[in-house]
T-cell receptor, first 114, second 115 residues
Framework: GEDVEQSLFLSVREGDSSVINCTYTDSSSTYLYWYKQEPGAGLQLLTY?????DMKQDQRLTVLLNKKDKHLSLRIADTQTGDSAIYFC??????????????FGSGTQLTVLP | SAVISQKPSRDICQRGTSLTIQCQVDSQVTMMFWYRQQPGQSLTLIATANQGSEATYESGFVIDKFPISRPNLTFSTLTVSNMSPEDSSIYLC????????????FGPGTRLTVL
């Protein structure tokens, strides 16, 4: 079965880098995603990585994928107070006979301290 | 990307009543989904809303409790029927675009409180 795990909390100082980690179990994942959820808001897609890539960079965001260990990370450079939010990783799988769907991790609450 | 709106944004309902949530997308999309996010929890997929046919429900969710309509490629509704306090959650619709990454974009959610 599919299972996506994240640590629940992370605190960093403003200006430092944040690294949010995620592990998944389904080796058939095609894409892996990072979403951001601010208080009282829906989910904002931040970035995604194709399963045959090992790194993707997009401005302050760097995604690293270790497919052998089924480990995904999101690094936020120069973290700002506006980055405080819950970050969800998600894997895209296609269960046998079913349409492709997302399985979400529990979310990591990132708190940026001044 | 896709711009998604949901109505209502929030509601407080009495036990035993039903609420219908609407989801509108600014472009035609094939895949639309409904998720539930219970307080302090992650997202759980309720069902895939199929245009022109019955929705496909995930384990633990049934059509009698969560009837879904998908009359066209830009609109869907989710009804939460015979509500109880355990149904208090955020309900989110999402759409999958036809882009390279098969990205899913989410609506702002409907925050439901059942008394």
């Amino acid at each position: 079965g599919e299972d996506v795990e994240q640590s629940l909390f992370l605190s960093v100082r403003e200006g430092d880098s944040s690294v949010i980690n995620c592990t998944y179990t389904d080796s058939s994942s095609t894409y892996l995603y990072w979403y951001k959820q601010e208080p009282g808001a829906g989910l904002q897609l931040l970035t995604y990585i194709f399963s045959n890539m090992d790194m993707k960079q997009d401005q302050r965001l760097t995604v690293l994928l270790n497919k052998k260990d089924k480990h995904l990370s999101l690094r936020i450079a120069d973290t700002q107070t506006g980055d405080s939010a819950i970050y969800f990783c998600a894997e895209s799988i296609a269960p046998s006979g079913s349409a492709r769907q997302l399985t979400f991790g529990s979310g990591t609450q990132l708190t940026v301290l001044p | 990307s896709a711009v998604i709106s949901q109505k209502p944004s929030r509601d407080i309902c009495q036990r035993g009543t039903s609420l219908t949530i609407q989801c509108q997308v600014d472009s035609q999309v094939t895949m639309m989904f409904w998720y539930r996010q219970q307080p302090g929890q992650s997202l759980t997929l309720i069902a895939t809303a199929n245009q022109g046919s019955e929705a496909t429900y995930e384990s633990g969710f049934v059509i009698d409790k969560f009837p879904i309509s998908r009359p066209n490629l830009t609109f869907s509704t989710l009804t939460v029927s015979n509500m109880s306090p355990e149904d208090s959650s955020i309900y989110l619709c999402s759409v999958e675009t036809a882009g390279v990454g098969n990205e899913q974009f989410f609506g702002p959610g409907t925050r439901l409180t059942v008394l």
